[in-house]
């Protein structure tokens, strides 16, 4: 049974570093084929991808926030973490961790979630 | 970066009638896309990848067809626990990333 948890501050300053960590069971990001990426959702808003991790500790971000984050992982954990420096009140929004999926067609889909943390971003 | 648009924003039918989504991409993405269903207070699930493949356990009222640019899901018939928000995603090759739409709200009229 696959299982993603994140965790993390639910209160960041503007200015501030936030650090997620994501708990993951059921897979092993050591597999070939294997991803876990973050993705969030401001209150009421669309879904945003933020960045991916894969077995081959090969990293990907978005170009809008590159500059920000930094994805890793402990194999040994069962753990990604995320940070995003320089938070700021529009980055409030539900951070959630979900595993990649490769299809037999080559497609690239997210196949399992975590239920998702909220983080907002206020003084 | 390919964008996916949805329509309509908004889409307000009665169950059992029949509901049918779109997503355009600004650019061809083949056959990889993929559809999520999200209801209030919870992560997305994914119901439909590579376009038209049912993920497991999807209900066989849930179709997807399309290819290139021009995308929809079909529920042939909803059922209560149907109405949520549906998001489509794709995954691009260069610059590597992944894109969703601004959803479509499915509600109850």
Do not use: H
């Not at chain 1, 997620?20 to 969030?40: A, D, E």
């Not at chain 2, 290139?68 to 995954?91: K, N, W």
Request: charged share 20%; with cysteine.
């Amino acid at each position: 049974q696959v299982t993603l948890r994140e965790s993390g501050p639910a209160l960041v300053k503007p200015t501030q570093t936030l650090t997620l960590t994501c708990t993951f069971s059921g897979f092993s990001l050591s597999t070939s084929g294997m991803c876990v990426s973050w993705v969030r959702q401001p209150p009421g808003k669309a879904l945003e991808w933020l960045a991916l991790i894969d077995w081959d500790d090969d990293k990907y971000y978005s170009t809008s926030l590159k500059t920000r984050l930094t994805i890793s992982k402990d194999t040994s954990k069962n753990q990604v973490v995320l940070t995003m420096t320089n938070m700021d009140p529009v980055d409030t929004a539900t951070y959630y961790c979900a595993r990649i999926r490769r299809s037999r067609d080559g497609g690239y889909y997210f196949d399992y979630w975590g239920q998702g943390t909220l983080v907002t971003v206020s003084s | 970066e390919i964008v996916l648009t949805q329509s309509p924003a908004t889409l307000s039918l009665s169950p059992g009638e029949r509901a049918t989504l779109s997503c355009r991409a600004s650019q061809s993405v083949s056959s990889y896309l993929a559809w999520y269903q999200q209801k209030p207070g919870q992560a997305p699930r994914l119901l439909i990848y590579d376009a038209s493949n049912r993920a497991t356990g999807i209900p066989a009222r849930f179709s997807g067809s399309g290819s290139g640019t021009d995308f929809t899901l079909t529920i042939s018939s909803l059922e209560p626990e149907d109405f949520a928000v549906y998001y489509c995603q794709q995954r691009s090759n260069w610059p590597p990333g992944y894109t969703f739409g601004q959803g479509t709200k499915l509600e109850i009229k």
